[in-house]
């Protein structure tokens, strides 16, 4: 696997999850990660996604500043820190790498799945009401 997450669980709405997803950094080579989520009927969406080069960052307006990606490239982790959580935030998440294409405008790539070829298992966010 190149790309591991982990952290999802299970929260009570105002409750705070951090999920790391951890790179394979001595074989994959990556411009952005960004963290997707879908949930049961709906369509996936991005949610934000961080540069590795300079740590750039987008986030999506629903998450915006209840959510803070960081990433450590040290040790080839990314992390989504969820705070303020409501129950709409209830999905699968999932990170990916762009290892293509060099972050030129971040908010048009974050938001093309189709940039990002190399995806993790996904890990469970629910959020009671």
């Known amino acids: 696997l190149l790309l591991v997450e982990s952290g999802g669980g299970l929260v009570q709405a105002g409750g705070s999850l951090r999920l790391s997803c951890v790179t394979s950094?001595?074989?994959?080579?990556?411009?952005?990660i960004a963290w997707f989520r879908q949930a049961p009927g709906k369509e996936r969406e991005a949610v934000s996604c961080?540069?590795?080069?300079?740590?750039?960052?987008y986030y999506a307006d629903s998450v915006k500043g209840r959510f803070t990606i960081s990433r450590d490239i040290t040790n080839g982790t990314v992390a989504l820190q969820l705070n303020n959580l409501k129950a709409e935030d209830t999905a699968t998440y999932s990170c990916?790498?762009?290892?293509?294409?060099?972050?030129?405008?971040?908010?048009?790539?974050?938001?093309?799945?189709?940039?990002?070829?190399?995806w993790g298992q996904g890990t469970q966010v629910t959020v009671s009401s």
């Open positions: 961080i540069s590795k080069r300079d740590g750039a960052t």
């Open positions: 990916a790498a762009d290892t293509y294409f060099p972050p030129t405008h971040l908010p048009f790539q974050c938001n093309r799945a189709s940039l990002f070829t190399t």
């Open positions: 950094t001595s074989t994959l080579d990556y411009h952005i």
